[in-house]
C-alpha cells in the first residue's frame, strides 16, 4: 500500500517540539523518523536536529565545480596560447603562468558559484518533489510537520498532533 | 507589534524602539510580511518622483550615446592622449560602488553581524545594477560598440589573438564574473522571500513569483542545503570582489605612465571602492526608508553601525591616499613626481583639493553621534562622500593622461564636453532606475532574516531574563 501524507500546523516552536519528541517515541508500524519533514518560515536546525543527521551535499558540488572551472580554464587558455599560428615571444614562455592564474582564478570561482546554485536546486529535487500539502501561513509564522506514512498510521499520527494543539492539521483528501 | 502607515505610526516608532535597539523584537512576524509586502505595492509618491528623475536623466543619457554612436569619439571629445575621458573613471566609480553589496552582505554575513540583515537586500541589488553600469562604459568608451567582444577573451577562431597577458582582457572576464555571481548572490538569497510574495501574490504576479521562487517550501532539507550553499556563495564572493578591483587597478598600475605605476594601487582601489560603496549604502538606506516606510526595519541604530563603518573604510583610504603620494614623492621618479605636483597646482588643482578634502576631512563628521542621527545631515554627508570618491576616478585618469612622459602630448587645457557629461548623468538614471524598478518587484527587505533576528534577539532576551 502507497504511503499517504499529512501536515499539522503549530503556532509556535515549543509545541512543534513536543509532537516530534512524541512522534519519535511512538514506535508506530509503517512509520519512520525519516519520513518527518518541517517546514517553518526561518531556519529551526535546533528542530531539524530532533530529526537525526540529514546529510548536505551541495559543498560536493562546489568543490567539482570549483576544480572544474580552474581545470577548464586553465586549459582553454593555454591550449589557446599555444596554438596561436606565430610565436614571438622574445624568450618568454608561450603558456606564462603567473598571468593564466588571473583568468583561472576567475573561472575557478564562476563555476564554483554556478555549480553550487546547481548543487542546491538538485537538493531540492527541481523541478519535482514539490508537496501538495503546504499552507501559506507557513511562510508567515507558521510552523508545519510533514509525516509521510501508512495509510493506517495516519490516524494515529494526527493523534499525537492533536494532543499538542495544532492550528490545523490537513491531509492528502483535505483537512 | 508596529505598523507604520502614517506620520503618527512612525511617531509611536520612534517613541517605543528602543535607541539601543537594532530593531524592535516584539514585532510580529506576520507584521514584517506586511510591511514589506505593502511597500511593494503602495510605496510614497516620491518613489514616482524619482523613478521619473532616473528615467528623464536616463534618456539624456541614451541620446548622447546615440549622438556619439552616430559622430564617432570626436563628438565626445575624445583623442590622444585623452582616450578615456569621463567614461573610464566612472566605470571605475561604479565598479567601486558595487563593493558595499559583497562588504554588507558577504562578509557581515560571515561574522555572524546580524544587524546587516535588514538592509544587505538593497546593498546586493546596488552591487548587481552598480556592476550593470559599469559594465554600459566598457561599450560606450569603445565608440564602435558593435566590437565589444573583442575584449572577451575566448580562443582564436576569428584568427585575433587575444592577450591573455593583458589586465585589460582580465577585466572583462573579473567583470562577467562578477556580475554572474552577484545575480546568483542576490537571486539565491532571495528565493525564501520569493516564495512569500508568490504565496500573496495573484494573476501574473504570483506565476512570476511562483517561478522565481524555486519549490520553496521552507522544509528542514531546503534550508539546510540553503545555509550551506549561501555561505558558500558568500565565501566566494570575498575573494571575487578583491580580485575585481585589483584587476581594474592593475589595468594602470601595470602600464608605464606616471601617475600609475604604483604599487600599492590594487589595495588602493579596493578601499576606495568599499568606502564609496557604504556612502552610497547610507544615501539610499535614508531614501528608502523614506520611501517605502522602512522605519522600523531601517533603524537609526543599524544607519549609527554603518557610518561608523564608513568611517573606518574612510581612514583606510586616506590612509592609502597617502601612501600613494608619498611613493610618487620618495620614489626617485621625477615623472611621478610631476604628476602629482601637476594634479595638486595645475589645471585640475581644484578638483583635486576638493577630492582630498571631500574624501578625507568630511569623514571626521561621521565621528559625531548627533550627527550620525541627523538623517539630513547623512542624506548630504554620503552624498559629498560620494562626489569625493567620483572626483578621485577623475584625478586618475584626466590628470594622469594630460600629464605623460613627453611634454607635447600634454594636455593641461582638456575638459570633458557635454557629450561625456550626458552620458555620465545617464548612467545614474539608468542606475536609479533599475534600482527603483527592483525595490517595486522584490522585497528590499529580507523578510526572513529580519525574523531570524527577531527572533534570536528575543530568545537571548528571554534568557538574559
Known amino acids: 500500500m502507497g504511503k499517504v501524507h499529512t501536515l499539522a500546523l503549530f503556532n509556535n516552536f515549543e509545541e512543534a517540539v513536543r509532537a516530534i519528541q512524541e512522534l519519535k517515541g511512538a514506535h508506530l508500524p509503517g512509520f519512520r523518523i525519516d519520513d518527518v519533514v518541517i517546514k517553518s518560515p526561518i531556519d529551526h536546525p535546533e528542530l531539524s536536529e530532533m530529526l537525526g543527521k540529514r546529510p ?48 583561472t582564478y576567475e573561472l575557478f ?67 | 507589534m508596529i505598523h507604520t502607515t502614517d506620520e503618527s505610526d512612525i511617531e509611536i516608532e520612534r517613541r517605543f524602539v528602543p535607541k539601543a535597539k537594532d530593531i524592535n523584537e516584539d514585532i510580529a512576524w506576520a507584521q514584517i510580511n506586511k510591511d514589506v509586502l ?67 552582505s558577504a562578509i557581515l554575513h ?44 575566448y580562443p582564436n577562431e576569428r584568427w585575433t589573438w587575444p592577450n591573455f597577458n593583458s589586465p585589460l582582457v582580465w577585466d572583462a572576464t573579473a567583470i562577467g564574473t562578477y556580475l554572474t555571481s552577484s545575480i546568483v548572490f542576490l537571486y539565491f538569497g532571495m528565493i525564501p522571500d520569493l516564495a512569500i510574495c508568490r504565496d500573496n501574490a495573484k494573476g501574473f504576479r504570483k506565476k512570476f513569483y511562483w517561478f522565481l521562487s524555486a519549490g520553496w517550501q521552507g522544509t528542514d532539507r531546503q534550508w539546510a542545503n540553503f545555509r550551506v550553499a549561501y555561505m558558500t556563495l558568500a565565501c566566494f564572493l570575498i ?13 594602470f598600475a601595470v602600464s608605464q605612465q606616471p601617475g600609475w605605476h604604483i604599487t600599492s594601487f590594487p589595495p588602493y582601489f579596493v578601499a576606495g571602492a568599499l568606502y564609496s560603496g557604504c556612502a552610497a549604502i547610507i544615501t539610499l538606506f535614508i531614501i528608502l526608508r523614506y520611501v517605502f516606510r522602512f522605519e522600523a526595519y531601517m533603524t537609526m541604530p543599524i544607519l549609527d553601525k554603518t557610518c561608523r563603518l564608513t568611517f573606518a573604510i574612510a581612514m583606510v583610504w586616506t590612509y592609502l591616499n597617502l601612501i600613494e603620494y608619498a611613493s610618487a614623492w620618495y620614489g626617485n621618479d621625477e615623472y611621478a613626481k610631476q604628476a602629482l605636483i601637476f594634479r595638486a597646482t595645475g589645471t585640475y588643482a581644484p578638483y583635486w583639493w576638493a577630492m582630498n578634502f571631500l574624501g578625507s576631512i568630511v569623514p571626521f563628521v561621521l565621528v559625531f553621534k548627533s550627527l550620525r542621527n541627523h538623517l539630513p545631515t547623512m542624506m548630504v554627508v554620503s552624498l559629498l562622500l560620494n562626489v569625493g570618491m567620483w572626483l578621485e576616478r577623475f584625478m586618475i585618469i584626466t590628470p594622469t593622461l594630460a600629464h605623460g ?8 587645457d582638456w575638459w570633458p564636453n557635454w557629450v561625456q557629461i550626458g552620458i555620465v548623468a545617464g548612467s545614474f538614471g539608468w542606475f536609479s532606475m533599475l534600482f527603483m524598478l527592483f525595490c517595486k518587484i522584490f522585497p528590499a527587505v529580507s523578510m526572513y532574516e529580519v525574523k531570524e533576528m527577531v527572533y534570536h534577539r528575543f530568545m537571548a532576551s528571554k534568557a538574559r531574563a
Open chain 1, 56 to 103: 548536505v551535499y551541495v559543498q560536493l558540488f562546489t568543490l567539482a565545480g570549483a576544480v572544474l572551472g580552474g581545470s577548464v580554464g586553465f586549459t582553454l587558455i593555454a591550449s589557446a596560447q599555444a596554438n596561436f599560428l606565430l610565436q614571438i615571444r622574445g624568450g618568454r614562455p608561450v603558456v606564462p603562468i603567473p598571468p593564466d592564474m588571473v583568468l
Open chain 1, 109 to 175: 570561482i564562476l563555476f564554483g558559484v554556478l555549480m553550487t546554485m546547481l548543487g542546491c536546486f538538485i537538493a531540492w529535487k527541481l523541478p519535482g518533489n514539490r508537496s501538495t500539502l503546504y499552507n501559506t501561513s507557513i511562510s508567515v509564522d507558521k510552523i508545519g510537520i510533514l509525516v509521510r506514512a501508512d495509510p493506517l498510521v495516519i490516524p494515529k499520527i494526527n493523534e499525537i498532533f492533536a494532543r499538542h494543539q495544532p492550528l490545523q492539521i490537513m491531509g492528502e483528501h483535505g483537512r
Open chain 2, 38 to 104: 505593502r511597500s511593494m505595492e503602495r510605496p510614497r509618491l516620491m518613489y514616482w518622483v524619482i523613478f521619473l528623475a532616473s528615467l528623464a536623466l536616463f534618456s539624456v543619457g541614451v541620446y548622447c550615446e546615440v549622438y556619439q554612436y552616430r559622430n564617432g569619439l570626436g563628438a565626445a571629445d575624445l583623442e590622444n592622449p585623452q582616450v578615456w575621458g569621463l567614461y573610464i573613471a566612472t566605470f571605475i566609480f561604479w565598479i567601486g560602488m558595487s563593493h558595499s553589496g559583497t562588504l554588507l
Open chain 2, 110 to 153: 560571515i561574522m555572524h553581524a546580524d544587524w546587516r540583515k535588514p538592509i544587505y537586500r538593497f546593498a546586493e541589488a546596488m552591487t548587481t545594477f552598480s556592476l550593470m553600469t559599469a559594465g554600459l562604459f566598457v561599450l560606450v568608451h569603445l565608440g564602435r560598440v558593435w566590437q565589444f567582444y573583442y575584449v572577451v577573451a
Open chain 2, 239 to 251: 575573494p571575487l570582489a578583491v580580485s575585481v578591483h585589483s584587476i581594474v587597478a592593475s589595468d
Open chain 2, 405 to 412: 612622459y613627453y611634454p607635447w602630448t600634454w594636455t593641461g
